[in-house]
């Protein structure tokens, strides 16, 4: 439920970067929403993805690896459906059929931010602002394409290009450990973690955030 709205610092700090909005069309497959991100992206891009747009972008380095020459994985995970997280994804569904987006996004939201971001109002507002924004028939297309997500075993291995994976120290729905473990498989992934921030980082901790993607940025290629 993320739009360019939670890159706004980064925008301004990077103004040769862009986002690739639009909710993927309305596709509910990340394969399709891969497609649709291929179909804007320039022939050669360094590529940040934001926990679903990060299995997006490991999508496209199955699809098309030649199209990314750094990638950046950030507040994320590759595990597959895990027990349970079906139920709890339509429990939230229903909550938004029945009750209304904002009592959707009023569930969802606080459990992705870190205590500190909980107590900037402005920012809280934003961010509950751009979710209910995008809409319940967004939210659920986005969750049948995460309750069928490909497998990333066999992906991880092939990626040669400089690599970041970037968390929130706080992120409690993609934590820490889950990002050692996709620096650890990549081969030369580098690990760099926020401290204070939550699942909505780029958001959260703009400036710390930014830092790790000029890093980033500047990492050189393996040779």
């Not at 890159?7 to 103004?15: E, H, I, K, M, Y």
């Not at 320039?42 to 590529?47: G, V």
């Not at 199209?67 to 027990?83: C, I, N, S």
């Not at 229903?94 to 205590?115: E, F, H, K």
Request: net charge negative; hydrophobic share 45%; proline share 7%.
């Amino acid at each position: 439920m993320c739009d360019s709205r939670m890159f706004g610092a980064t925008l301004s700090a990077f103004p040769g970067g862009s986002v690739i909005d639009g909710f993927y069309g309305g596709a509910d497959r990340i394969e399709a929403m891969a497609d649709y991100a291929l179909a804007r992206m320039p022939e050669r891009s360094a590529l940040l993805g934001h926990s679903m747009g990060a299995r997006v972008a490991l999508e496209i380095i199955r699809k098309s690896p030649d199209r990314v020459e750094r990638l950046a994985l950030v507040d994320t995970g590759v595990h597959p459906v895990k027990p349970g997280e079906q139920d709890g994804r339509y429990r939230l569904r229903d909550i938004g059929r029945t009750q209304g987006m904002a009592a959707l996004v009023d569930q969802w939201l606080p459990p992705m931010v870190a205590s500190a971001a909980l107590a900037d109002k402005a920012l809280m507002t934003r961010l509950r602002d751009m979710a209910i924004a995008s809409g319940l028939a967004t939210f659920e297309a986005q969750i049948e394409a995460l309750l069928h997500r490909p497998a990333l075993d066999t992906v991880l291995l092939t990626i040669t290009c400089p690599t970041f994976a970037i968390v929130g120290q706080d992120d409690q729905w993609s934590p820490v450990a889950q990002h050692e473990a996709i620096a650890a498989v990549i081969p030369c992934a580098q690990l760099r973690v926020v401290p204070g921030a939550g699942h909505m980082m780029p958001a959260e901790a703009p400036e710390a955030f930014n830092r790790f993607v000029s890093e980033w940025l500047a990492f050189p290629s393996v040779s």
